[in-house]
Structures are given as C-alpha cells and as structure tokens.
C-alpha cells in the first residue's frame, strides 16, 4: 500500500513540476497598452501604477493610486495607511513617500499619524524573494521616533541620541499641549538600545526618513531639520515585480542604465530542497523536484517515527519540498495508521456492542420481571425524570445510594425522586427496589409511581413525604418545628408495626426487608409512618420459614444476632422482628441504643438498663410525660424487648406484636432478659443495682452508637460498613 501511494504521488509531483517548468520557461507580459494618466503634482502614471479610475486592465492592482481632490495629492495605500506620493522614478524603480502628517498638517507641529519601520518590509535575500512583495528597501533608511515623557529630558549630549523637543503650543494632533513631546533622528541602525530611552519616557510613533539625510551632518540637529526630513519622505522599490516581468520568477536582476531604466537579469537558478544549481534543463527539472518531493516525504516520515522535528527546524522555503515533507509527516503516517485504527474500531465497537447488548438484556429481564409479575410502575425517560425534578433542584437528601430530590408530575402532585448512583453491576439492588415495593398496595408502606433505566441512570419515583424520615424527630437535637407525642409515637409505632406484618403475611409472597431502622421510615402530611428503601429486601414463598440467604445484611445496631451466629437460629421474618424491636426501643426512649459491643456492655447498653428496672419493679417515667403516656411508654419497651431475644424463636411474630401494641400494657409479662452474644453471663455492678434512678429524660448519658449498613459480606466474618 505504501509502495502504490508513492508511485502515485511521483507521478502528482512528475506533472506538477512540468506545469511549473512550462509556464517559467513561457511566462510573457501580455499586458494591455493604457494612456498615461496623471493626479495633481503626480504626471505620467503608468504601469505598474494605476488610478481608481483608470480601465480595470490597466496597471497592477497593488499598486493602485488614489486622487485627493480637497489637497491636490496622490495617496497610496500602504500597510492599511495611506502615504502622500511625493515622486515616482520609472528608471529606477524607486517612489518616494511621505506620512500624511507632513503635509496635511504642515501649518502645525506635526506628529506622524503612522507608525512604521524598516521591519515592515519584508528583506530580500534571494531571488525567490524578487516578485513576492509589492514594495521593497534597496537600503536601510533612517528612522525619526517620537517620545512623549512625562517630565522634561535633560539635554545631554554625550548620553546617547539627541532629544529634540517638539512644540506643541500649535499642534493638530491628539496630544494635549501641556505634553512633553521629543524627536529623537537615529542615524545609525534602526532599532533603539533601552539604555538609550529616557526614564519616564515612552515610544509613541516613529516613521522613516531617507532622502538628502546626510545635509543634516552629525552636530546639533534642530526639529525644523527633523521636519524637513520627514517632510521629504522615504524612498521604496519595486524592482522585485520588474525583475519578475523581465526575467521571470526566481530571478534575481539590478538597474545597469538609471536613465534608461535597463534590468540585467542574473542567471537562472533552480532550488531542489538542499540543492541550488544554474542547471535548470527540462530533464534537470523534472529529476531535481521530483527528487525533492521524495527527499521531503522520506524526512516527513522519519521526523514522525523519530518524534524528532531537527531536520523541520530549519524550513527549507520551497513550495514543493514543504509539500512532500508535509505527506510523509502527516499524511502518509495517517493513511497507514487509519488502515489499522479501523480495525481497532471495529474491535472496539464489537465490544462496546456486546456491552450494551449485555447491559440491555438486563434492562429488558428488568422489564420482563414487572410484566410477568404483574406490577404496573411506570416506566420513565431520563428526560422526563430530569424536567419532573425542575433540573433537580431541590435536593431532599443524600445517602450511599445515591440522592433524593422533589419532583412534581404532570398532575401537579409532588413526588420524591431516589436518583441511584450506587448499585450492584447486574442490577440486583435495583430489581430488589422496583420488584418489591411495585406489589404492595398499604398504607404504611411507601408507594412506588414508577422507575427510570437508561444506561448507567437509574432513578425510582415515590411519593413524596412532606415530613421526611422518622430519625430527624427521635434523633434532632436541633430546634424542630414539631415535637412528637408520646401519643403520636405509639401511634407511629403500631403503623410501623402493621406494615411490617403487611409485608410478612399480606402479599403472596413474604417480603423481608432486612433494614428497618428510622431512616428508612417516612412521615406523610398527617405523619402517617411508610416503610421505605427495598435495596436490600428478598421475596421467599410464605411457606418458607427459613430464607437462604448466605451473606449478612442491614445496619449495626438493627442487625439481629442470627445474622452473625448460626447457632441460634436461621434466617426469618423474625430478623426483621429485632429490627422493629431495636427501633421500637429508639422511638419510646427517643435516643439511640447504645453499643452493644462497648466494654462492660452489661452498664451501657440501654435495653438491659430498661430490662433491669423491670426485674426491680420499678417505674420507667418520662420527663414532662402524664401518666397515660408512662402507661404507654411501659408498654412499648415491653414489646420491644420481646422483639429483641436473642433466639429468633423467642421473638413474637409482627402479627404478634400489632396485638401486643393494640393491648392492655397489664397483660404483657416482662420477657427475659434479651443478650446479643449466645451463652451470654451478664455481671450487674454494684453502684448501678443501688442506684435510685427511676426516672430518665431524653438526655440520658447513653447515646453513642452510630449506625453503619452491612450487605454483600459473609455471616461469619467481619461486617463490611456502608454509610447510609
């Protein structure tokens, strides 16, 4: 391939060098004869001069002049500023221009209205440069520059170039006149040394000055002189578009008879790359560029392998060696490296295709499971999830699950979106969610409006519940608007309790949570409890008693015992009893429990404290509480710590526990003293058993336990800890 793409491109450089070596070699000026024409002091314009208003053939259009009728000048447009035409000499080539300021401004103190420098020219230093610009400088002209300081300039004449002040009592130009402006004439080269600027001063303009320079001498030059030299202008040539008629491109020439205006042409020169001869035959040609072509392809290539640009730093100038230098760095490296990427893309996309198809599957055995269970939430785009939540806005929390934003539908009710961003790769978490709670109809448990998949965004629409989660009115120590009743608490509680039982024995599959804990329980306007967040719930046929479940999951301080131990039991709706019992135990004391794995667990942890004043009969009374809710109160630590035995078959079932709640506290016995650990001894110390507390507040000394979530990790070993 790269053998044929060479060849083709010889043959392209084989043709093109001909084509140029054709029209060098027959290259003639047919140019149209047209009557000279004249502008003010300006006679006899020819070509390659020309007026706007002459015929469009005739003369060169860059060096179009321009009539001022208001002064009687001729201006050209030179650098994007137009120069007074002071004389044209058609022998030598040569015109000579002036700053519009000179002469426009003649009854003021001038100041030239362009800048310009002998660097704006561009310097020939070889015949390829004859025929690329308009004007050129045969000789380096002088430079007059302006500075304006901002004190006056000590005059000192062995400090460098002559400071000539300026007056501005009459000038026409923007300075104010209260300026301190100064003409410096530079009689040596062009650019200024910083040594040789005044302190405080600074470049405004300055403008060039070549002709009869040297009648000013080199002693005390006034501004009148400095004047006068701008005022007769500078010379510039365009022998370069002369050398390029007479003699062709590329070929360099000089005036032999200035009163003739006779060229000489120097020898014709052919540049190959690195290779400059006066052999410039046809045959010579053809194998000199296309050798180039082939020499600046083959650089082009090794500065691409190499990664090295050395042989690019030094730009050889010739069209065609940069072309080929051009194709063997850029073009033939892409060429080849295309021919591979696109199998790589092809790879690639396969893989990307098989991905998606994998991803996709998942999506469809999603959607495969809701109709073949006949759950109907709605399925969203991520686009309407997004304009349902104003652009997600306002933000209702955060968890390890990912955030939760308001959202509003359609009807105007409000919504809460649960938008996911941490999940399991095959979705389990997400069918767990959208699966479980897409069947259950109960008022005490979090309705599901529908769920959105779309790549790797995966969000769950609920119903919105204006009061939030249980734990910010059991836990806050902030200032809240509404403070709970000991009433309302119990009445939380038994609607708790009544949608756990819902999901154990009201659908026809048993439904167990594994993470009851306050967080997960909402509060609707009426503070009406829901259970929320199936993440980690299993469904088990009802007549299953033990789930086969290999790996521990919930949050420490809510996990029951069987998770950590199999000797006592195995895995059942009862783990969602201890669960409810340990939050139970929160709500009625409104404090967390305390760690149960903490040293001397016996004195801290507040169930066994609870469970202690039972045995000793002694009243548990509340702080600012009546003795209805005491009664209440007594009755819901009893439930709870029936809920939390050690032995899942010492737990009550929820339907159990409903009745319990709903019942008279006097018919519930003190059940045995609940333990964490199996084969449990508890040593009571001394201070605590003669201790004459028997009341407690909710600023007990007790707090201290945070809670962690545990899933995906063995039962035997350590819990895995996930913030929620």
Same mark, same amino acid.
């Given at each position: #391939? ?18 140029? @070596? ?73 015109? $000579? ?13 001038? $100041? ?13 230093? %070889? ?18 520059? &302006? ?36 003409? !410096? @004439? ?7 040394? !910083? ?18 320079? *040297? ?15 701008? %005022? ?8 370069? =578009? ?12 000089? !005036? ?54 050395? @042989?690019?730093?030094?730009?050889? +100038? ?7 230098? &051009?194709?063997?760095?850029? =073009? ?47 399925? &969203?785009?991520?686009?309407? $999830? ?32 649960? #938008? ?17 709670? +897409? ?55 038994? %609607? ?9 024995? +009201? ?51 809510? #996990? ?7 000797? $006592? ?12 019992? #340990? ?21 801290? &942890? ?42 899942? *078959? ?50 007990? *000394? ?12 063995? !039962? ?9």
């Amino acid at each position: #391939m790269v053998k044929k793409t060479s060849n083709s491109f010889c043959k392209l450089s084989l043709f093109i060098s001909i084509i140029l @070596l054709f029209q060098l070699t027959h290259s003639t000026n047919h140019r149209q004869p047209c009557p000279p024409s004249s502008c003010g002091k300006i006679h006899n314009i020819t070509y390659p001069f020309r007026l706007k208003t002459d015929p469009t053939h005739c003369g060169d259009p860059r060096y179009e002049l321009e009539c001022n009728n208001n002064n009687n000048s001729t201006l050209l447009s030179l650098f994007s500023a137009k120069y007074h035409v002071q004389h044209i000499d058609y022998n030598t080539y040569k015109i $000579i221009l002036t700053d519009p300021g000179a002469v426009e401004d003649a009854t003021c103190s001038f $100041i030239p209205r362009y800048f310009l420098s002998y660097t704006s020219f561009k310097t020939i230093v %070889g015949p390829d440069d004859f025929g690329s610009e308009p004007f050129t400088l045969l000789t380096i002209p002088y430079r007059v520059a &302006y500075f304006n300081c901002t004190n006056p300039v000590t005059i000192n004449d062995d400090s460098g170039p002559k400071y000539v002040q300026v007056d501005m009592s009459n000038n026409c130009t923007e300075y104010g006149r209260n300026e301190h402006v100064y003409a !410096v @004439l530079e009689t040596t080269l062009f650019d200024y040394h !910083v040594r040789d600027i005044k302190v405080g001063c600074g470049l405004k303009v300055a403008t060039l000055a070549g002709t009869r320079l *040297s009648e000013i001498g080199n002693g005390n030059v006034s501004y009148e002189e400095i004047r006068r030299v701008v %005022g007769e202008g500078f010379e510039v040539s365009w022998l370069s =578009i002369v050398c390029e008629d007479e003699c062709g491109k590329g070929v360099d020439c000089e !005036v032999v008879d200035e009163k003739s205006g006779q060229v000489k042409c120097d020898k014709r020169y052919c540049h190959y790359a690195y290779h400059t001869t006066d052999k410039c035959g046809i045959s010579q040609q053809i194998i000199g560029y296309t050798a180039a072509y082939l020499k600046g392809i083959i650089i082009g290539i090794y500065s691409r392998i190499s990664f090295s640009t050395r @042989l690019l730093d030094n730009p050889v +100038g010739l069209h065609y060696f940069d072309a080929g230098t &051009y194709i063997g760095r850029n =073009i033939l490296p892409s060429f080849v490296a295309i021919r591979y990427l696109f199998g790589v893309a092809l790879f690639t996309l396969l893989l990307i295709y098989k991905w998606r198809r994998r991803h996709l599957s998942m999506y469809e055995n999603i959607e495969s499971f809701l109709l073949d269970n006949n759950l109907n939430p709605i399925r &969203y785009e991520y686009k309407e $999830i997004k304009k349902m939540s104003g652009g997600f806005k306002v933000k209702l929390g955060q968890g390890g699950f990912g955030s939760v934003y308001k959202g509003k539908l359609r009807s105007g009710v409000d919504v809460a979106i649960k #938008m996911l961003s941490k999940f399991n790769p095959n979705g389990q978490d997400f069918i767990n969610e959208v699966a479980t709670i +897409g069947r259950i109809h109960h008022v005490n448990v979090v309705r599901l409006i529908g769920y959105c998949v779309e790549g790797k965004k995966r969000a769950l629409v609920y119903e919105f519940m204006p009061n939030g989660s249980l734990d910010k009115y059991i836990f806050s120590k902030e200032e809240i608007s509404v403070h709970l009743s000991h009433a309302k608490i119990y009445e939380i509680s038994l %609607g708790i309790a009544q949608g756990i039982a819902y999901l154990h024995q +009201g659908c026809d599959m048993q439904i167990l949570h594994f993470d009851i804990k306050p967080h997960n329980i909402l509060l609707d306007e009426n503070f009406t409890p829901k259970v929320s967040d199936f993440g980690l719930a299993r469904l088990y046929p009802l007549d299953r008693s033990i789930a086969p479940l290999t790996a521990a999951r919930g949050t420490l301080g809510y #996990m029951a015992p069987e998770l950590f131990y199999k000797n $006592i039991g195995g895995l059942s709706y009862k783990v969602d009893v201890y669960s409810f019992g #340990m939050l139970l135990m929160e709500m009625t004391s409104k404090r967390k429990n305390s760690n149960p794995h903490a040293e001397h667990s016996s004195q801290t &942890y507040f169930p066994f404290w609870i469970h202690d004043r039972f045995l000793e009969e002694e009243d548990i009374k509340i702080e600012n509480a009546s003795d209805e809710d005491n009664v209440v109160v007594k009755k819901m630590f009893l439930v709870a710590l029936w809920c939390i035995q050690l032995k899942p *078959s010492d737990r009550p079932s929820m339907s159990k526990v409903v009745e319990m709640l709903e019942g008279k506290t006097e018919s519930l016995e003190i059940p045995p003293r609940p333990s964490y650990y199996p084969q449990e001894t508890f040593q009571r110390d001394d201070d605590d058993d003669n201790s004459d507390q028997t009341s407690w507040s909710g600023s007990s *000394s007790f707090d201290g336990h945070h809670d962690h979530t545990i899933t995906n990790c063995p !039962v035997e070993n350590s819990a895995r800890e996930i913030e929620i």
